[in-house]
């Protein structure tokens, strides 16, 4: 069974970075030729905002909205990968969730997120 | 404001049978892009249901089916328990954002 898990503070300082790291445990990302990882969002009381994704490889893709502040990285031989998001403020407060998008079969876009971490809740407060 | 809208909630009694709709536009459905939903319990980690349209992952019940038509889709739900009750999102690929993109949600009240 896969499983995933934020691990990060809870509370950061506006204008500073938010750092998360997504630990992965039942798969390896090194063999996932697969799977992609990502990051999701939720501020309170608003929708789920998809951040951005990293294959194994360290190759990335982000949400056009957060590029300029964001960074997701991949260490294969730590099985995990981290979310870097700089000069947040307080509208970058939200719960948090890694996720793993698994390859299936379509003549659309062949993913979808098969497995979540139960998510982290991020404060920006001074 | 979510790029799929969703109503905010619905509700049934044991044993009925309930939808939750979900509207996509042209960069996501209309453009052939799969449906995939997930539900959410508060604390723990969402759990997929239904993914490309209408296939379910081993070990969900076939009481949850999924559906999708030009830009509009669907999940149904028959023989509604109280363990159902829970939040349910819908969720796509987008061209425009080239990225992924998620309905509001909407509350599942078991009455």
């Known amino acids: 069974q896969v499983h995933l898990q934020e691990v990060g503070p809870g509370l950061v300082k506006p204008s500073g970075t938010l750092s998360l790291t997504c630990a992965v445990s039942g798969a390896s990302i090194s063999s996932s030729s697969s799977n992609w990882w990502s990051w999701v969002r939720q501020p309170p009381g608003k929708g789920l905002e998809w951040i951005g994704q990293?294959?194994?490889?360290?190759?990335?893709n982000y949400n056009p909205s957060l590029r300029s502040r964001v960074t997701i990285s991949v260490d294969v031989s730590e099985n995990h990968f981290s979310l870097n998001l700089n000069s947040v403020t307080a509208a970058d407060t939200a719960l948090y969730y890694c996720?793993?998008?698994?390859?299936?079969?379509?003549?659309?876009?062949?993913?979808?997120?098969?497995?979540w971490g139960q998510g982290t809740l991020v404060t920006v407060s001074s | 404001q979510s790029t799929l809208t969703q109503p905010p909630s619905v509700s049934g009694a044991p044993g009925q049978r309930v939808t939750i709709s979900c509207t996509g536009s042209r960069s996501n459905f209309g453009a052939g892009y799969d449906v995939h939903w997930f539900q959410r319990l508060p604390g723990t980690a969402p759990k997929l249901l239904i993914y490309g349209n209408i296939k379910r992952p081993s070990g969900v019940p076939d009481r949850f089916s999924g559906s999708k038509s030009g830009t509009s889709a669907s999940l149904a739900i028959t023989w509604l328990q109280a363990e159902d009750e829970a939040d349910y999102y819908c969720q796509s690929y987008d061209s425009s954002l080239s990225g992924w993109v998620f309905g509001g949600g909407t509350k599942l009240t078991v009455l």
């Open positions: 990293i294959y194994r490889s360290g190759s990335a």
């Open positions: 996720a793993r998008l698994n390859y299936y079969d379509s003549s659309g876009f062949p993913y979808y997120f098969d497995y």
